[in-house]
């Protein structure tokens, strides 16, 4: 289970108390997105990842704007477990190739954004910001079959279509994808209630669910989340 | 306390000494041997992959140094796949602390991986290294190879098959999961092993 700071169109907060608390709620990872870094062509701010990881005993993922190999080490230098690329890996799919050859696959994270078009789901590009966001003319199951041959350890589907709904997580998209990767596959994107994380379990087969509007609007804890899968037979950390 | 962190090229060296940093230790990032070999704790991280975690080992003179290390070492992740013989990953050579071949963990439709994520701590022996931790306590990993099991295991985890989570000999300690990033079971193992008697 995943709390998630999107550095958005709504300030959530400081990152490292809203890290620590969903740590103290039970969140078994933390992902911090700088979601608008890619559109405006900036990599993460170390000073603040330096912070979250002092005050954080569980993974800490990062994303936004890592396009080089030495943006990515700096990120692990300064106290990030794995790291997510998205654009960048869409802009030069040899980076995944790069990155984890040099720091190996487990801390490759590939995240994509993806939705329904014309009867197929594809992959879109700079979804940080409303005025760079365009179709990367590739096929999502196909580029994430791509990017675990590339050597991604873990692959996160934000499913564009239901997030921000909050009527829960895009559960065929998701089966689909689960069915193309032998890697982790993360869901994101829809969750709207504790019941809607456990479906995800159930109906998809993710090792984790990823959510955030949910988490900082306080309309579900991530400890309520959590039994809620548990309470559906699956296994987790309470 | 001197603790050294061994040095050895990229990786999440940077969490281990912060989670060193909250139980009071201030630990050092190096790769010079004589600074090693001098530490009271030793740290032997999880970087990359093994075969050329172990090149960068010998390149920068160090092989013997741990090997003859005679004070509480540790190592985590793939730090603790070094410390046996050999691995299958890039067909390399360990430490050679201990005994056994480091093999792939097998990817299932039930347990893809690498696995990433937490696990229960399965059939605890007693050691000063699990002091406080409980049977099915949890902890993090982030793998996609496993120890062989031993006289050395302390505890196993299971991910499609039972494997060696925790592991030690003498001074030769190892975690396969992130003692760093595995919570309050985590930083009670990082403090077990600060505070053995030695």
Same mark, same amino acid.
């Given at each position: 289970?995943?709390?998630?700071?999107?550095?958005?169109?709504?300030?959530?907060?400081?990152?490292?108390?809203?890290?620590?608390?969903?740590?103290?709620?039970?969140?078994?990872?933390?992902?911090?997105?700088?979601?608008?870094?890619?559109?405006?062509?900036?990599?993460?701010?170390?000073?603040?990842?330096?912070?979250?990881?002092?005050?954080?005993?569980?993974?800490?993922?990062?994303?936004?704007?890592?396009?080089?190999?030495?943006?990515?080490?700096?990120?692990?230098?300064?106290?990030?477990?794995?790291?997510?690329?998205?654009?960048?890996a869409?802009?030069?799919p040899d980076?995944i190739d790069?990155?984890a050859?040099?720091?190996?696959s487990? !801390?490759v994270?590939v995240?994509?954004?993806?939705?329904?078009?014309?009867?197929?789901?594809?992959?879109?590009?700079?979804?940080?910001?409303?005025?760079?966001?365009?179709?990367?003319?590739?096929?999502?199951?196909d580029w994430i079959a791509e990017a675990q041959e590339r050597g991604a350890g873990?692959i996160?589907?934000? !499913?564009?279509?239901?997030?921000?709904?909050?009527?829960?997580?895009?559960?065929?998209?998701?089966?689909?994808?689960?069915?193309r990767l032998t890697i982790?596959?993360?869901?994101?994107?829809?969750?709207?209630?504790?019941?809607?994380?456990?479906?995800?379990?159930?109906?998809?087969?993710?090792?984790?669910?990823?959510?955030?509007?949910?988490?900082?609007?306080?309309?579900?804890?991530?400890?309520?989340?959590?039994?809620?899968?548990?309470?559906?037979?699956?296994?987790?950390?309470? | 306390?001197?603790?050294?962190?061994?040095?050895?090229?990229?990786?999440?060296?940077? =969490?281990? @000494?912060?989670? +060193?940093?909250?139980?009071?230790?201030?630990?050092?990032?190096?790769?010079?041997?004589?600074?090693?070999?001098?530490?009271?704790?030793?740290?032997?991280?999880?970087?990359?992959?093994?075969?050329?975690?172990?090149?960068?080992?010998?390149?920068?003179?160090?092989?013997?140094?741990?090997?003859?290390?005679?004070?509480?070492?540790?190592?985590?992740?793939?730090?603790?796949?070094? +410390?046996?013989?050999?691995?299958?990953?890039?067909?390399?050579?360990?430490? /050679?602390?201990?005994? /056994?071949?480091?093999?792939?963990?097998?990817?299932?439709?039930?347990?893809?991986?690498?696995?990433?994520?937490?696990?229960?701590?399965?059939?605890?022996?007693?050691?000063? @290294?699990?002091?406080?931790?409980?049977?099915?306590?949890?902890?993090?990993?982030?793998?996609?190879?496993?120890?062989?099991?031993?006289?050395?295991?302390?505890?196993?985890?299971?991910? /499609?098959?039972?494997?060696?989570?925790?592991? /030690?000999?003498?001074?030769?300690?190892?975690?396969?999961?992130?003692?760093?990033?595995?919570? =309050?079971?985590?930083?009670?193992?990082?403090?077990?092993?600060?505070?053995?008697?030695?």
């Amino acid at each position: 289970m995943k709390g998630v700071r999107f550095a958005d169109h709504v300030d959530a907060g400081d990152p490292a108390e809203l890290a620590r608390r969903y740590r103290d709620e039970g969140a078994d990872e933390i992902v911090i997105y700088d979601i608008t870094a890619s559109a405006e062509a900036r990599s993460v701010d170390f000073k603040w990842l330096e912070q979250v990881s002092r005050a954080l005993d569980v993974p800490l993922c990062v994303a936004g704007g890592i396009r080089t190999l030495a943006q990515a080490i700096a990120c692990l230098e300064h106290g990030a477990d794995k790291v997510s690329i998205n654009s960048p890996a869409l802009e030069r799919p040899d980076f995944i190739d790069e990155l984890a050859r040099s720091a190996g696959s487990q !801390c490759v994270v590939v995240g994509v954004d993806s939705r329904l078009v014309d009867g197929a789901w594809r992959v879109f590009q700079y979804t940080g910001s409303e005025s760079a966001v365009r179709p990367a003319e590739r096929e999502t199951l196909d580029w994430i079959a791509e990017a675990q041959e590339r050597g991604a350890g873990e692959i996160v589907l934000n !499913c564009m279509d239901s997030d921000g709904v909050r009527a829960g997580y895009d559960i065929a998209q998701l089966r689909a994808a689960r069915a193309r990767l032998t890697i982790p596959l993360v869901a994101s994107g829809g969750a709207g209630s504790a019941e809607d994380f456990a479906a995800v379990f159930r109906g998809a087969d993710v090792s984790g669910a990823l959510a955030a509007s949910v988490f900082h609007s306080g309309r579900v804890g991530v400890a309520q989340a959590k039994a809620a899968v548990r309470a559906a037979g699956f296994e987790v950390r309470l | 306390m001197s603790v050294a962190v061994v040095k050895l090229g990229i990786g999440n060296t940077a =969490s281990v @000494l912060f989670a +060193l940093e909250r139980l009071g230790v201030r630990a050092r990032l190096t790769d010079d041997a004589r600074e090693i070999a001098e530490s009271e704790r030793v740290i032997l991280p999880g970087v990359g992959a093994a075969a050329h975690a172990m090149a960068l080992l010998e390149q920068k003179g160090l092989r013997g140094v741990l090997a003859c290390f005679t004070r509480p070492m540790l190592g985590i992740c793939l730090g603790q796949q070094l +410390l046996f013989d050999a691995s299958d990953e890039g067909d390399a050579r360990g430490l /050679g602390l201990l005994k /056994g071949r480091v093999t792939r963990l097998a990817a299932t439709p039930r347990s893809p991986a690498p696995h990433m994520g937490w696990s229960k701590l399965l059939s605890l022996r007693p050691h000063a @290294l699990l002091e406080g931790v409980r049977e099915g306590d949890y902890a993090y990993f982030v793998h996609s190879f496993v120890c062989p099991e031993s006289d050395a295991t302390l505890a196993d985890a299971e991910y /499609g098959a039972r494997f060696p989570a925790t592991v /030690g000999q003498g001074n030769i300690m190892g975690c396969q999961f992130h003692p760093e990033r595995s919570g =309050s079971v985590g930083a009670r193992v990082l403090g077990n092993f600060l505070a053995l008697p030695w």
